[in-house]
């Protein structure tokens, strides 16, 4: 059975940092690539970022880009996202989401994990 | 980027009424779309992927249509369980963009 499992989630003020990990179970790991999705409250869904199965490729949103780094340590089964400069509008809830293929050209996300919040505040 | 627009953004409907939503994208994006469904404080739950395959488990009354800048979602029999908000995603291209989600509530 396929599980993700994040933690680190929490209240941050503005312009600071909080890293986030995914624990994966379940399946081969480095076959498959990763990816966080957000949903702030009461809103849709936003892809924020997501990684290859070797880790070797990666894309992340404008939104985010240059304050969020994706990363994944396949002995350990686990992805990242190390989120620095953290605006108000970085509230919501992060997936984190696992890929239908090894690399990240055009797969899309079969199984999510529960979610964690991240609140901005001061 | 590539524009997903979901229509209708909220419906009323009956227990065994047939529901279609659309979604229509900003340029083509072959068969690169997936289907979701998400209850209020759930997870997204995938029930369609490559516009029209059944994801395991997913019961039969969903199905999903469409290539390249239009497609569908239609429930045969809509129940008790299936009121829910439903998210298309297209996944052809970065940055990976979600439609606006439908909300499909009871009558």
């Known amino acids: 059975e396929v599980q993700l499992l994040e933690s680190g989630g929490g209240l941050v003020q503005p312009g600071g940092s909080l890293r986030l990990s995914c624990a994966a179970s379940?399946?081969?790991?480095?076959?498959?690539?990763m990816s966080w999705v957000r949903q702030a409250p009461g809103k849709g869904l936003e892809w924020v970022s997501s990684?290859?199965?070797?880790?070797?490729?990666?894309v992340s949103a404008d939104s985010v880009k240059g304050r969020f780094t994706i990363s994944r340590d396949n002995s350990k089964d686990t992805v990242y996202l190390q989120m620095s400069s953290l605006r108000v509008e970085d509230t919501a809830v992060y997936y984190c989401?696992?890929?239908?293929?090894?690399?990240?050209?055009?797969?899309?996300?079969?199984?999510w994990g529960q979610g964690i919040l991240v609140t901005v505040s001061s | 980027d590539i524009q997903m627009t979901q229509s209708p953004s909220a419906m009323s409907a009956s227990v065994g009424d047939r529901v279609t939503i659309t979604c229509r994208a900003s340029?083509?994006?072959?068969?690169?779309l997936a289907w979701y469904q998400q209850k209020p404080g759930k997870v997204p739950k995938r029930l369609i992927y490559?516009?029209?395959s059944l994801q395991s488990g997913v019961p039969s009354r969903f199905s999903g249509s469409g290539s390249g800048t239009e497609f569908t979602l239609t429930i045969s029999s809509l129940q008790p369980e299936d009121f829910a908000t439903y998210y298309c995603?297209?996944?052809?291209?970065?940055?990976?963009?979600f439609g606006q989600g439908t909300k499909v509530e009871i009558k």
């Open positions: 989401t696992k890929g239908d293929t090894k690399t990240i050209s055009y797969g899309g996300y079969d199984y």
């Open positions: 379940g399946f081969t790991f480095n076959n498959y690539a």
């Open positions: 990684i290859s199965g070797g880790g070797d490729s990666i």
């Open positions: 340029q083509g994006i072959s068969d690169y």
């Open positions: 490559g516009a029209s």
């Open positions: 995603l297209q996944h052809y291209i970065y940055p990976r963009t």
